[in-house]
């Protein structure tokens, strides 16, 4: 592993992956960022049922997914799956005009269990959609973990909010997202401002990148 300013560097057949501090993965020779779960919309899904969340908290993901696309400006942007929560609201159009922006993006999605929306609106959209797994040169994409991944391919996958807790003196602790690599999977943390952590149990072959505020940092090897 390498240590670039705020991110951390790995490699999988000769092909570097940038862990990025923004919850994304960077690919430098592809010009291809990956990100997973961004769930936008889900705060106007919980008002509808009377949960008042307001709506600023999307905000701060399309503020920091422009920002990504400026900085790396990426050909391509694969989502590994739940870019939207589940049932239609407003908050769709609100996504579609901001990608709208970026014409020069090949945007993907690798369907996830809250893409459930109905084929009209993405055959309507800039997506590409993926109903299968992406083999995307040595590296497989897809929403939730594979149960088999072939010989020689990585697979880059997002769904389960990899997070784990870090713990100082005393009582103190602090709960971080971070990358969770073990065997031929790399589980990518949520992006999406407004979703939980699953704690991760760590096998002594799992390697965890843990995410702050400031840059990546290894935390198991």
């Known amino acids: 592993m390498q240590q670039k300013l705020n991110q951390a560097i790995i490699e999988h057949a000769g092909l570097e992956l940038w862990l990025l501090k923004e919850k994304a993965i960077w690919l430098p020779e592809l010009q291809t960022l990956l990100i997973s779960d961004v769930h936008f919309g889900k705060a106007a899904h919980f008002r509808k049922s009377g949960i008042p969340i307001p709506e600023p908290i999307h905000d701060r993901d399309l503020e920091l997914l422009a920002s990504l696309f400026e900085q790396y400006s990426p050909t391509h942007v694969y989502f590994l799956g739940d870019l939207f929560h589940s049932d ?7 996504l579609m005009q901001f990608l709208d922006q970026f014409e020069e993006v090949t945007f993907h999605l690798v369907l996830g269990n809250h893409d459930i929306l109905s084929d009209d609106f993405y055959t309507d959209s800039r997506l590409q959609i993926h109903k299968e797994p992406v083999i995307y040169g ?7 973990p594979m149960d088999f991944v072939p010989e020689g391919l990585l697979n880059l996958c997002g769904h389960i909010h990899p997070g784990i807790r870090l713990r100082g003196l005393g009582r103190q602790s602090v709960r971080i997202s971070c990358f969770f690599w073990e065997k031929q999977r790399l589980i990518l943390p949520a992006f999406g401002n407004f979703t939980g952590l699953a704690l991760m149990k760590a096998a002594p072959t799992a390697k965890i990148y843990g995410i702050t505020t400031e840059k990546v940092i290894l935390i198991q090897s």
Do not use: R
């Open 138 to 144: 040595a590296l497989m994409l897809s929403h939730e």
């Open 88 to 94: 239609w609201n407003g908050q769709w159009s609100v």
